[in-house]
C-alpha cells in the first residue's frame, strides 16, 4: 500500500500550501501527475471530497470559487484557440448548468466546433459542424463560445423536450431576450429540431430556479386538465411573504415542489408543510425518481389538482360530496 503523503493527514480539512496541487486554479490530470500526485491519488481526492471534477479531465481544489473566469480558464486547459464552444458546454460558460444526470459518475465531454473546419481530436472533447454567423460568437474571458441567444436556440433545438425547456429557462434566466428568442426561430426554418423549438420557446420563462423544476414545469404544462403554473410563488401571511412554491395554480392552493436538493429534506419541510397546509394548500412533492430518467408524475399532479379543487371549493361536480 502506498504510504500517505505528509500533505493529505487523515484529519485535513480542505488542501493547503502543502499540496503540490494549485490551490487557486483548474488543473488536468497531466498537471497532477507532473506535480507528483498519481490518478489513483487524485481518485482519492475526489472521492475524500479535498478536489471536485470541474470538466472532463480537468479538477481543482474543492475550495476554489466557481465563477465564470474560473470556468473560462478550465477550458482553456481543454479547448483549441481556434475552437467555439457550444451547446451545454456554452451554456455552462455562460453560468447555465445542464449537465447530464450521469455527470455524478462521468463528466461528458466538452462540446466545440471547430472553425478551421476540421473536428477537436481530444478526449476530452466533442466536436461538430455548426453553421455560425459573426454574431453568434463571442468571447468570455479568452474563451470564443457561442452568444446566450445562439446557445439557447441551439439547445432548444437539438435537446430532448424535457433538456431544451430548462435550458431556455435557464438562459432566459442568464439574460436572454424572450423577444429575441422568438424572433430568431425562422432563421432554422428546415433545420433539425426547430419544430419543437417553435413549441418550446413561447413557453419558456425565467422564473425556474434549476433545470428539475422546469423538467417538473413540462410535465405540469403536458398534463391534461391542468391549469398554467405559476413558478416560484410567494405565499404571503399577514401581508408579509412566508414561504415560496416552485409551481403553483394560486387559484386552487395547490403546489408541486422539486425535492431532489440535498438541503431540502422532509425534516426541514415539515413545519412549512404543516402551516401550508392549515393555510389551506395542497403541496405535492416530486423526487428525482418521479420525473427522471422516465418518470412521469402526471398522474399524482392531476390527482393533487383535484383534491386542491374539492378542498377549495372551487369547483364541485353536480351530484358529489367534499370528501378528504
Known amino acids: ?12 480539512p480542505l488542501l493547503d500550501e502543502r499540496c503540490p496541487l494549485p490551490l487557486s486554479e483548474p488543473f488536468t490530470t497531466a498537471q497532477a501527475r507532473e506535480r507528483g500526485v498519481s490518478r489513483t491519488r487524485l481518485a482519492t481526492l475526489v472521492a475524500r471530497g479535498l478536489v471536485r471534477p470541474v470538466l472532463r479531465g480537468v479538477y481543482a481544489v474543492a475550495q476554489v470559487v466557481d465563477t465564470i473566469e474560473f ?7 481543454v479547448v483549441p484557440p481556434s475552437a467555439v464552444v457550444t451547446d451545454r458546454t456554452a ?14 459518475h462521468r463528466m461528458p465531454p466538452v462540446e ?15 466536436s461538430g459542424e455548426r453553421q455560425l454567423r459573426d454574431e453568434d460568437v463571442m468571447v468570455v474571458d479568452g474563451v470564443l463560445v457561442t452568444t446566450k441567444l445562439r446557445t439557447a436556440l441551439d439547445l432548444g433545438r437539438r435537446r430532448n423536450r424535457f433538456e431544451a425547456l430548462a435550458a431556455l429557462d435557464g438562459l432566459l434566466r442568464a439574460g436572454v431576450s424572450h423577444e429575441e428568442l422568438l424572433a430568431n426561430i425562422e432563421r432554422f426554418r428546415g433545420e433539425r429540431g426547430v419544430v419543437q423549438l417553435r413549441g418550446l420557446a413561447p413557453l419558456a420563462d425565467p422564473r425556474p430556479e434549476s433545470p428539475p423544476e422546469s423538467v417538473l414545469r413540462l410535465h405540469w404544462l403536458d398534463a391534461s386538465g391542468m391549469p398554467p403554473p405559476e413558478p416560484q410563488q410567494w405565499v404571503y401571511d399577514a401581508g408579509y411573504p412566508r414561504y415560496r412554491i416552485d409551481l403553483t395554480c394560486p387559484e386552487l392552493k395547490y403546489g408541486a415542489e422539486y425535492n431532489g436538493r440535498a438541503f431540502h429534506d422532509e425534516t426541514s419541510d415539515a413545519p412549512r408543510l404543516e402551516w401550508l397546509d392549515e393555510d389551506g394548500w395542497v403541496i405535492d412533492g416530486f423526487g428525482d425518481g418521479d420525473i427522471y430518467p422516465r418518470g412521469d ?15 377549495s371549493g372551487l369547483w364541485v361536480p353536480q351530484g358529489h360530496y367534499l370528501r378528504e
Open 1 to 12: 500500500m502506498t504510504p500517505r503523503p505528509g500533505w493529505l493527514p487523515e484529519d485535513l
Open 71 to 77: 470556468r473560462a480558464a478550465a477550458l482553456e486547459l
Open 91 to 104: 451554456a455552462w460558460l455562460h453560468g447555465v448548468d445542464l449537465l447530464p444526470r450521469s455527470a455524478v
Open 112 to 126: 466545440v466546433y471547430s472553425r478551421n473546419g476540421s473536428r477537436v481530436r481530444r478526449p476530452a472533447v466533442a
Open 297 to 311: 408524475p402526471t398522474a399524482r399532479l392531476q390527482a393533487g389538482c383535484q383534491l386542491a379543487r374539492r378542498r
